[in-house]
């Protein structure tokens, strides 16, 4: 069960025994792209699945959930909306209450429940407390704080950190990507299993990161350098997030949506890259264990501890500012200046 | 499958005795029950999970009970309490007004409020869960009849925000807060409920599920029922940690050893070993504030047993850990790993937040905030005190401290100098070399010390030392060991030479290449060793780098003064360690103004 699935191994193997006895309602929380949805997605497989054993490759009812059409999944998305509204919920609230069609259970999966407003959530409340005995929640958000405490107490809540990078090799290396694309896109995916996968094809990955980790010794205190090195940096993530997308079959709306996150992960990971460079800088000297082994040591010591670690700060700074959609090319500017001035 | 209720609906309580840790509220209840004189309005507040709804219900139960008990509970038996369980009476009425907070529903159910009860000397009762989603105009719409309502009609308002109600319809209500459960109360309670599913269970795990459920009795009894599906009925220490991702109680001892050593190698292993693990690293930080809550608890309530919920091994582990620990840096440790928590909430990297916050914490020179000054100047001045009380001369230990750290046990017991005939050409690389090494004589260690190496040993077992390294020191420092000679050895110091100057700096930077290497070389001469890289051809190239060779060492620089060097140091040493004003520069990275004859 859950062989789809990159890393969480402490979460599936959970799920598998929760499958059960499930409870009333699950909260799926973690970081962007690390493969919330796709877990809760198996879960519901599991649960919907008539025979307990995994059987999948025969089973109708696991091949229709794959496909996205089993009648007792209810997938609520945003479909076009900016946020689920009252209107959503109370229609959850209604569906619920209905028998499933022909599982002994239905599933209704929210994979943006963080996108629920504050009333809806509310309208939400009573029926996650005590649904029907035939249904079962999943709601999918990035952090229990952009749902109501109310709701994460009703839901039992399943934590889903960043995948460590040698699982999602492995995972690659599962879906036949040879062993140094695999080693790169790991390393470029900042623990996304969805970014690595999007990026499988990419001829570019390697220069990402590369040019990432380059970026300390080109920096300058000069406004005018960092303002072109921002440009230059946003040149490296818009091409590859819209090629990241290019194969999946969406609509053009959701196509936009979808390239967004996903420059906006990027962004995130090659930030952190960033961000990892400077920590090293300080591991290195305090005598602790690297994350990026291919790094000139000479480089790493030319910077003192102390601002190395104020350096990392300011770009894990800089990556809440950017995901609280400020001015990105004004906020990377003044990042790359803070990071050259002593 | 479809017949499995969870635990919380399951246990719900269903007599006022039953309600877990609110009897100032059911008491209060019964009481009026039982006495006749039930208000017209009620109001629950309190916090998820603490029994606003399940109480409504039993007062909703209790006023229609047929054979109510004596002491004001529902019997549970009659016709009325069975509807009512079941949730298919006409005289109760539970309305969500999350999704029933318009105006109109509002004028709906003052309509229904008019009609009698379904027998004839029932009680209709109003149950507005989530009370705080009505709407203003709903609210107002609802004055008139909450103020008024007819004799057999009451009304229970339960929300988890009471402040967001309008004030004049609190004003028409009886409040009631109810308040989270305390961990002894949600201990007992989850042991009953355990004993009843068949559960086997450990005392500690079930004081460890109450004191994740912060106080609600679903979080805790949710825990619970995911604890036992993991552990196929069974509720252990260990099974809680999985569930939640937790870490084990070694790890806390490790993050003390490392912020009491000020020790950003351990730290940064420590966080490297628990990501390898699958730990949840939200979670470690979480609890490591909650431990180092503990901790400043430790040293300042003498009566820890009474401020804390903790079994007896917990206490004892924090009373430890405040020995080496002290409260200044616990301060901090609260400080720096609440913020590392709350960046992490907002989805930054567990490990890079986690990584930077450690090294922070044991490096108190890499962060510029007022408590990492207070904390060097903290140790500053335990330093300055403890040199003052104990004159180099005859150092003996004077210290009050119940438990010395490593490095003032070095300053304070310090093995016989080596003083070995030096040729004078290499005097000062020597002695670097031996003050290199003489902490880490001073330490305490467990393995027999390999005292009476000789390089004729040193260089039969080279050959079978350096082929093993390969793999041990991995691509990157075997490409900077692998031009490398046995050179000399000082007692139990090994000094390898190194061929070019680059590669000797960077394994001088690199602390763990020499304590592979040393462990290695341990285990081949069947005795502790340290292993110390110096240039191959004796040159002295890094004789004029001192600061560099020093700054680079595991060995905490502020420590420096402490170390007992040979004789030939020992008068330029004792003036390091004497001189207060060195000491502050050595510290604090300051320089010292003389102001004391214009200030004032």
Known sequence: ?342 | MAEYQALYRKYRPQTFDEVVGQSHVTTTLSREVADGHVAHAYLFAGPRGTGKTTTARILAKTLNCENRLADGSPDNDCDSCLAITEGSSFDVLELDAASHNSVDDIREMRVSVTTVASTGTGRRVFILDEAHMLSKAAGNALLKTLEEPPEHVHFVLATTEPYKLLDTVRSRTQRFDFHSVSIESLTAHLARISDIEGYKTEPAALIAVARHATGSVRDSLSLLEQVAALGDSTVDLNGVNRALGLADQEAYSALTAAIADQDAQAGLELVARLAGEGVDLRRFVAESVGFLRGVFLAHYAPNLAEVADEPEEVLEHWRKAAVRLPAGDVLRGVDLLGEALIKLREGREERLMLELAMIKLTRPETSTDAEAMLSRMDRLERKINSLSSAPLADRKPTFTDPAPQPAERAAVDPEPAPSPALDPTDTEVEDQLVAAAAPLVGEPESAPKANDVTIDMFRSVWPQLFGGLRDLLGARRWALFRETEPLDVRGSTLIVGVRHGFHLKSLEADPAAASIVATRAGDLLGGAVEVVFAPADGSVTIAGDENDVRSNRREDPEQEPERVPDQNQMDEASDDLTDPFKLIEDELGGTVVDESDGGG
């Not at chain 1, 789809?4 to 799926?28: D, K």
């Open chain 1, 1 to 342: 069960m859950f062989e789809g699935v990159a890393g969480h191994a402490r979460v599936t193997e959970m799920l598998i025994r929760e499958a059960r006895r499930p409870a009333n309602s699950y909260l799926f929380v973690g970081a962007s792209s690390i493969g919330k949805a796709t877990v809760a997605t198996e879960f519901a497989r599991v649960l919907l699945c008539p025979d307990s054993d995994d059987h999948a490759e025969d089973c109708r009812s696991c091949r229709r959930v794959w496909s996205g059409n089993h009648p007792d999944l209810i997938e609520v998305g945003l479909e076009g909306r900016q946020s689920l509204g009252v209107e959503q919920a109370r229609n959850i609230v209604q569906t619920a209450t209905m028998i499933p069609v022909e599982s002994e259970i239905k599933v209704f999966l929210v994979p943006e429940a963080g996108m629920l407003t504050e009333q809806a959530a509310n309208v939400l409340l009573k029926t996650l407390e005590e649904p029907t005995s035939s249904t079962i929640f999943l709601l999918v958000a990035e952090s229990e704080m952009d749902l109501p405490s109310t709701v994460g107490s009703r839901c039992r809540t399943i934590h889903m950190g960043r995948v460590p990078s040698d699982l999602i090799e492995r995972h690659l290396l599962g879906l036949g990507v040879d062993e140094t694309r695999a080693a790169a896109l790991a390393l470029v995916s900042g623990g996304r299993p969805g970014v690595a996968i999007g990026l499988i094809t990419d001829t570019e990955i390697d220069a990402f990161r590369k040019n990432w980790l380059n970026l300390p010794t080109r920096l300058s205190e000069r406004p005018g350098e960092a303002a072109m090195l921002a440009t230059e940096v946003e040149g490296w993530v818009a091409p590859l997030a819209s090629r990241a997308v290019s194969d999946v079959d969406l609509t053009k709306d959701e196509r936009q949506r979808e390239e967004r996150r996903t420059a906006a992960a990027l962004m995130e990971s090659g930030l952190e890259i960033l961000a990892t460079w400077y920590a090293d800088a300080a591991a290195i000297q305090y005598g602790a264990p690297l994350r990026n082994m291919d790094l000139p040591l000479a480089d790493l010591t030319a910077i003192s501890p102390k601002r190395a670690v104020r350096n990392s700060e300011l770009i894990l700074e800089a990556i809440a500012d950017i995901n609280a959609n400020l001015r990105r090319h004004l906020l990377l500017t003044n990042l790359f200046t803070q990071l050259a001035s002593g």
